[in-house]
């Protein structure tokens, strides 16, 4: 279980008003992240080996061609 004290506000979050805030809690298995202004909802949950490429597709999404 994590308890209010394992997230922190993700370093990849926008700055701002801060309501583009994501959260990260590290764990020994995985990295979980949340949305800071729904956090008693549903997290995702990543392999370490994971996390880094997922963000990075977030921040270089691949166009689609029709």
Same mark, same amino acid.
């Given at each position: 279980?994590?308890?209010? @004290? /394992?997230? #922190?506000?993700?370093?990849?979050? *926008?700055? *701002?008003? *801060? @309501?583009?805030? !994501?959260? !990260? $809690? @590290?764990r020994d298995t995985h990295? $979980?992240? #949340? @949305?800071s202004k729904t956090p008693? #909802? $549903? /997290?995702? %949950?990543?392999?370490? %080996? $994971?996390?880094?490429?997922?963000?990075?597709?977030?921040?270089?999404? #691949? %166009? /689609?061609?029709?």
């Amino acid at each position: 279980m994590l308890n209010p @004290d /394992t997230w #922190r506000k993700s370093s990849f979050s *926008g700055g *701002g008003q *801060g @309501d583009a805030c !994501v959260e !990260v $809690a @590290d764990r020994d298995t995985h990295i $979980a992240i #949340r @949305d800071s202004k729904t956090p008693d #909802r $549903a /997290t995702l %949950t990543f392999p370490p %080996t $994971a996390f880094i490429p997922f963000i990075q597709s977030l921040k270089h999404p #691949r %166009t /689609t061609k029709s």
